[in-house]
């Protein structure tokens, strides 16, 4: 019953680096999120995906890529990782749209950029 | 276009007392509404939505939010608070496209024994 799982939990990159956030879902979803939630600011959209093979661009979405290939998989990849790109990453999936949909979230990926 | 306000940053309440976090939004087409709770070190769950049935929607462990088209308001509510509802809340409005949602910055609930 694992639901929505993020892989790594906890990096801490140089600025320069890169890396991808892994997240899978086991509930045969179409759509899938990807959030960063950073202190008072709620949490913004940067990418989605309403399907395999889809994605689209949320509300800050630069500096980010993201990938579905497969439909459980969603990953989201940072080149050049910047100082303003710590925060705490959440995917999310959903059977349909946000808009009449619940969002199951995973618990969270916190990435530090020195 | 959509925005949501979230009044109260912190709220503090003591155990047994009603609970009270208020949101308004704004949209310019009939919105879905959403409060989610987020526990320490976890990630959001949700407690209940609006998606244009019944104004009074109740939700888990108690929690019940009324929509208010002329009031622009969707306030959570819980007559009577408990230790584990110590949390983040945040408030959605969205649309009908995917992705297309505005979280609230959140209010923290904090109760005092």
């Known amino acids: 019953n694992a639901g929505v799982t993020q892989t790594p939990k906890f990096r801490v990159l140089k600025t320069g680096q890169s890396m991808t956030l892994l997240c899978a879902q086991d509930?045969?979803?179409?759509?899938m999120y990807w959030y960063r939630q950073d202190p008072g600011m709620g949490l913004r959209l940067i990418h989605y995906?309403?399907?395999?093979?889809?994605?689209a661009k949320g509300e800050v979405p630069d500096g980010y890529n993201v990938s579905r290939l497969k439909k459980q998989n969603f990953l989201l990849g940072l080149e050049s990782a910047a100082p303003s790109q710590t925060s705490v990453y959440f995917c999310?999936?959903?059977?349909?749209?946000?808009?009449?949909?619940?969002?199951?979230f995973g618990e969270g990926s916190r990435l530090t950029v020195l | 276009a959509q925005s949501v306000t979230q009044l109260d940053s912190h709220v503090s309440v003591s155990e047994g007392t009603p609970v009270l976090l208020r949101c308004n939004y704004s949209?310019?087409?009939?919105?879905?509404l959403f409060w989610y709770v987020q526990h320490p070190n976890k990630g959001l769950q949700l407690l209940l939505k609006?998606?244009?049935?019944?104004?009074l929607v109740k939700g888990i462990n108690g929690f019940e939010a009324e929509f208010k088209k002329s009031e622009t308001s969707f306030h959570l509510t819980k007559p009577s608070a408990h230790m584990s509802d110590a949390a983040e809340y945040f408030c959605?409005?969205?649309?009908?496209?995917?992705?297309?949602?505005?979280f609230g910055d959140g209010t923290t609930l904090t109760v005092k024994p």
């Open positions: 609006y998606t244009s049935a019944a104004t």
């Open positions: 949209s310019s087409y009939s919105p879905s």
């Open positions: 509930m045969n979803h179409e759509y």
């Open positions: 999310a999936s959903s059977f349909s749209g946000i808009n009449t949909g619940e969002l199951f």
């Open positions: 995906s309403v399907g395999e093979g889809t994605t």
């Open positions: 959605v409005v969205s649309r009908a496209n995917a992705g297309k949602s505005t």
